[in-house]
């Protein structure tokens, strides 16, 4: 593993253990600073994704031509920025990661950017991340679209596993999504 994402992973599981995770807009210290792009200018095609339409229905197209994405050089993945409602990309992840992984990482996402739409607290500090409604409304969904991608339970497993949860964690969030994880 790189220095970089070491480093952001043990910062990560102190701020877990200190329960400085629970503070309001955690995404705003990891905020990006650039550009801001047009969503349906580098993920062409997805407003026709039945995936995707199951989250916006009819404002489906409107909802995505009006989002904006942010690349970033930071590690990680994706993330819904809160305070404007944008997607930020790791290019590291973009650029690297599996494909079907940051394909179904994109649906949790715009479950997120709907849910911000809808006033919901993305980031609830009421709930640690794995029991958090707004994530397993995301996950519900990314986890439909691997089954509909013919994803096995392991598969889902390795997707839904990561580095800020501990296996007890991955494993109240695969019960809750109703996958079964060994």
Known sequence: MHWLPLLLTVVSRVAQVLQLDRMSHMDRLLRPIG???SFTAYFKGLEKVEAVKEIFGEQTEEVLRNLKVKFTW???YMWIDSGDGSLVVSSRYLNNGD???IYLDLIHELVHVKQLREGKKLF???YDYADRPTEIEAYQHAVEEARRLKL???QICQYLKTE????EDLKRLANALNVKCS
Do not use: A, F, I, Q
Request: aromatic share 10%; proline share 5%; hydrophobic share 20%.
């Open 74 to 76: 930071l590690p990680g």
């Open 152 to 154: 096995n339970d392991e």
């Open 35 to 37: 550009t801001k792009h």
């Open 164 to 167: 800020w949860m501990s296996y």
């Open 99 to 101: 494909k079907t992984d």
């Open 124 to 126: 609830d500090v009421e």
